[in-house]
């Protein structure tokens, strides 16, 4: 019987599929796909071209995709940070220009129309959003980059592109403290538990996979006794970083936010749900 392949990671239907899936898949067609840049603060993507579907993961402003198929005003796109596979409306994406210079490296800001903080906004940014700066500006004191169209982001809010923020990617999560719970989410307006993970370590310069299930083959296995800062516990479906060997911080549909709790009480909590925890890891 021949394997099944993820459609999370790879994108194959009957009419189309990815390139490389070639000889593993069969499809009438098969294509590279067209590179582009999201154009919005946040892109959900679905498994199906349908507003209805709910989000399976988010590409943030300026990320890479691929647009591997258009039709009826949605994009099929596979996303170049870790590979996601998914359907986005077909404006949210766009042509691919000058390179990032510099990503968002607090949980949220504002794009401004001008360098002053009394400007209205243009829209809000999370962090990992990447932005190309085309100059500078200092308005009473605040020192303010500068994005095409005529935008600007305060400058401390960001960081040069593809550098690490900071080693700890534990302070990085903790930052998140009170974000809103969202299913799919993976941003600073609403992030989930394997989200949060991902993101936290991106902006350490670590890579981790999207989904709770792909996380557990981040790092190797360790015991429960072993447990140290910036380590994982899983549960069937749920994810939780150590903040130190007692306390763990994870996004969580039980406060609907990204919360603190002490290790003990959240097994014993979960457990009533979903039973012990599946395994401990360190990435």
């Not at 349908?50 to 099929?76: F, I, M, N, P, S």
């Not at 370590?201 to 989904?211: I, K, L, S, V």
């Not at 557990?216 to 939780?240: M, N, S």
């Amino acid at each position: 019987m021949p394997e099944v392949l993820d459609r999370r990671l790879n994108a194959y239907r009957e009419d189309l599929a990815e390139e490389r899936l070639r000889g593993l898949v069969e499809a009438k067609r098969f294509v590279e796909g067209t590179p582009a840049l999201v154009s919005v603060p946040v892109a959900p993507l679905r498994a199906r071209p349908d507003l209805a579907c709910g989000t399976d993961t988010e590409a943030l402003y300026g990320e890479a995709v691929r647009v591997l198929d258009v039709a009826d005003g949605w994009a099929w796109v596979k996303s170049d940070l870790d590979g996601y596979v998914g359907y986005v409306p077909q404006d949210m994406v766009g042509q691919v220009g000058a390179a990032a210079t510099h990503v968002v490296a607090v949980p949220r800001t504002f794009a401004y129309r001008g360098a002053d903080l009394r400007f209205p906004q243009a829209f809000a940014l999370s962090m990992g959003s990447r932005i190309n700066v085309v100059g500078e500006a200092e308005t009473r004191g605040t020192h303010y980059f500068l994005l095409d169209g005529g935008l600007a982001v305060v400058a401390n809010h960001c960081a040069p592109a593809d550098a690490p923020i900071g080693d700890d990617y534990v302070a990085i999560a903790t930052r998140f403290i009170e974000t809103p719970y969202l299913w799919g989410g993976r941003s600073g307006f609403g992030i989930d538990c394997s989200g949060l993970v991902q993101l936290a370590m991106q902006m350490t310069g670590r890579e981790a996979p999207r989904d709770t299930d792909m996380q557990l083959a981040l790092g190797q296995p360790i015991g429960r006794d072993e447990l140290a800062r910036g380590d994982l516990v899983f549960w069937k479906g749920h994810v939780a970083i150590m903040e130190d060997e007692e306390t763990l911080v994870h996004a969580n549909g039980h406060t609907m936010t990204v919360a603190r709790e002490g290790l003990d009480d959240a097994i014993r909590r979960i457990g009533w749900l979903y039973g012990e925890p599946t395994g401990y890891r360190r990435p």
